[in-house]
């Protein structure tokens, strides 16, 4: 009898197996209706459907993108339970499978991102002002290695996680209950601290990469920094502010290893679409040419069928990020922070100006209370009215968060420190997995 059941628990397994294999060679659109089916027939609740699998970003050897770690789905407003392909809110961040953050702590104070390749340091240690970050590269030696650079925005950006907390607005001084956008299980991290005349969310990071963009805000000659407090990009001044005679600081996180890491290799497939061989992302080379709220941005991306592919959706932050050239800005290049090969509609902003849109993401950017902010990048100007003045106030390839719904005009003088511009009805770019077999 215990042979018969061990004999039966083998062919349940090589049947599963055979199941779980099928599903995977199945098109993204194939296996939505297959699983869709699947559950109905079962009945299953929310909680317990099942989801399509999506092969993750995989490179030609020269890089993953980490997924974003959100494992949580959203309304509008607040957390929901899982969805399945027909329901309202499918194709956020959390329907699609992606790439788990996969560290290796080295044990001399450094730590290995096994998906990327890059080494880092474990503990940025005390904050230090950009030109300082800058010079200490020269003489930093840790673990034996000499060969350390301050990272560039886009390696920066591939340690944040989204299952982090934005605590904007907290009024506390505790910080033990805050969800950083790092893992700490890996990296050290702390917030700012407000006996020291800060705020809970000057927890901000230096990168290598500076706004080619003539944007003056706080003195102008800004750099792109991560701030792991509040999951955001933003461009910071390199030095001092008006009126204060010490520069801004950062922590710091020094990089070694993959140079390539960042760098896009793009084709034009010759059908409206743009493949990314360095990425393994297939992109439409012409964005939504117009504004939509979050929801309907995730049903325009589920609902695209072009260029013979049926599998589109609305890409995560990290994805999209990843499309950034900060090389390129309006007040630099006459042309928004993406490659030529792609095309961009044009747009007039806050101020009057030419200028090119936010582009939605399928993020969620929780705070301590709900959901009912989405991450975008600016392609464009990162618009705030400051001073009583509409201006550039972090960089075209900025990362902020926007309301998912609601009326702009509501907030004339934008929203938060800078006033970010809120425009909610932002602008869709659809991408889909090279390697998924539509």
């Keep these: 009898m215990k042979n018969l059941n061990c004999k039966s628990l083998k062919n349940s397994l090589s049947f599963l197996s055979i199941v779980f294999f099928s599903i995977l060679l199945l098109s993204s659109c194939e296996q939505h209706k297959f699983l869709r ?32 770690n959100q494992k949580l789905y959203y309304n509008n407003n607040t957390e929901i339970l899982a969805l399945s392909a027909d329901d309202l809110f499918f194709g956020q961040d959390a329907s699609y499978e992606s790439i788990n953050p996969d560290y290796t702590d080295n044990e001399n104070g450094t730590i290995t991102d096994n998906n990327t390749g890059l080494m880092w340091q474990k503990d940025p240690g ?94 102008g000659d800004l750099m792109f920094g991560v701030n792991f407090a509040d999951g955001r990009i933003k461009g910071y001044p390199t030095g001092p502010m008006p009126g204060q005679s010490q520069g801004k600081t950062f922590f710091v996180l020094y990089v070694r290893g993959n140079e390539a890491y960042g760098n896009n290799n793009f084709t034009d497939n010759d059908n409206e679409t743009i493949s990314d061989e ?48 900060y090389t390129r800005a309006p007040d630099a290049t006459s042309s928004a922070a993406i490659d030529t090969v792609f095309n961009c509609t044009d ?67 934008g929203h938060g420190p800078q006033g970010d511009a809120i425009r909610i009805y932002n602008y869709v770019r659809c991408v889909r997995n090279i390697n998924s077999q539509n």
């Design 37 to 68: 089916e699947r559950n109905l027939r079962k009945n299953l609740p929310p909680s317990k459907r099942e989801l399509p699998v999506v092969i993750p970003n995989q490179s030609n050897g020269v890089y993953s993108i980490v997924g974003t």
């Design 347 to 413: 747009i007039i902003n806050e101020a009057g100006q030419i200028d090119y849109p936010y582009f939605w993401s399928s993020t969620t950017h929780a705070n301590m209370n709900n959901g009912a902010n989405a991450a975008y990048i600016s392609f464009g100007r990162a618009m705030g009215k400051f001073n009583n003045q509409w201006m550039d106030v972090h960089g075209a390839g900025a990362q902020r968060s926007d309301p998912k719904i609601g009326n702009p005009d509501e907030y004339p003088n």
């Design 278 to 325: 360095a990425t393994g992302l297939m992109w439409t080379q012409d964005d939504s040419n117009k504004g939509m709220t979050w929801k309907d941005g995730l049903e325009y991306a589920e609902g695209l069928e072009f260029a013979g592919y049926s599998d589109w959706r609305l890409p995560d932050i990290k994805e999209l990020q990843r499309i950034v050239y």
């Design 126 to 219: 005390e904050k230090l002002t950009y030109d300082e970050a800058v010079a200490g590269i020269s003489t930093f030696n840790l673990a034996g290695y000499t060969d350390w650079r301050l990272p560039a925005i886009k390696e920066l950006y591939s340690l944040i996680i989204f299952s982090g907390q934005d605590p904007s607005g907290y009024n506390g001084s505790s910080t033990s209950n805050l969800i950083p956008f790092i893992d700490t299980d890996f990296f050290e991290f702390e917030y700012g601290n407000p006996n020291s005349g800060e705020r809970i969310i000057d927890a901000q990071f230096a990168t290598s990469t500076l706004d080619i963009g003539d944007s003056q805000f706080g003195g």
